[in-house]
């Protein structure tokens, strides 16, 4: 598998390229170019969460435990002191990483669900949803974000898979075919669930969203092919 650096480095370059050429297209200002770029590279890096020593896990678990359990309090308990804000964010942070960070590893294993297309698929729908519904930003930006963490993560997994393949492509190793596929064969529960959530989000969460993707294909073609 590629390393984390190498990681970093491919996924800037993909998903730079794909960012220039929907801000060229018109779709993204130059702050929504530089958001979607961000939003690609968490892509890229995304399929790594589950390894227990991956540093992508370990900081974004801990930006999630920071910032997570401020925005429940905001939101949900605005009258409260600021000091009894600043003891219940404390408290539910550390409580948060004790838990469900331990919680987290222990169900799942590297190469496993997430190194698979389903996932980036279901990752790509609910940075959607998150987009839209929780940042309130328009169905076309939403899903253009969804589509960039989404490429990231496919960058990702078929980077893995290249590096499973020796200088020559005579022999592949036995890590072939465990980042790019459709289902985790120690995890058909798990890879069952994934697909009906996927499924049920763009049949129940997501209208027209087919138009827009074809807007941005046709970009592609027209900038590449034509």
Avoid: C
């Avoid at 996927?198 to 294909?217: E, G, R």
């Amino acid at each position: 598998m590629a390393a984390f650096k190498e990681h970093v480095n491919v996924a800037t370059i993909a998903v730079g390229i794909f960012v220039i050429t929907l801000y060229n297209g018109g779709f993204l200002t130059v702050y929504q170019a530089l958001t979607a770029l961000f939003i690609g590279l968490a892509g890229g890096l995304f399929p790594d969460l589950d390894s227990d020593n991956s540093k992508p896990l370990q900081g974004i678990f801990k930006i999630v435990s920071i910032i997570f359990p401020l925005l429940i309090l905001l939101s949900f308990f605005p009258i409260m002191s600021i000091l009894k804000t600043i003891l219940a964010w404390i408290s539910f942070s550390i409580l948060l990483r004790i838990t469900f960070f331990k919680f987290f590893l222990h169900i799942t294993h590297h190469r496993g669900i997430f190194h698979s297309i389903p996932m980036a698929i279901f990752v790509g729908e609910v940075t959607i949803l998150i987009a839209h519904y929780v940042v309130k930003t328009n169905w076309q930006l939403a899903t253009i974000y969804g589509i960039i963490i989404f490429y990231g993560f496919i960058i990702h997994l078929l980077l893995d898979e290249i590096y499973s393949i020796n200088a020559f492509g005579i022999k592949m190793k036995k890590s072939f075919g465990t980042a790019l596929k459709f289902y985790d064969k120690n995890n058909l529960l798990g890879t069952t669930i994934l697909y009906l959530l996927a499924i049920s989000i763009y049949f129940f969460f997501m209208p027209n969203i087919h138009k827009i993707v074809l807007d941005i294909y046709h970009l592609l073609l027209q900038q590449y092919i034509s």
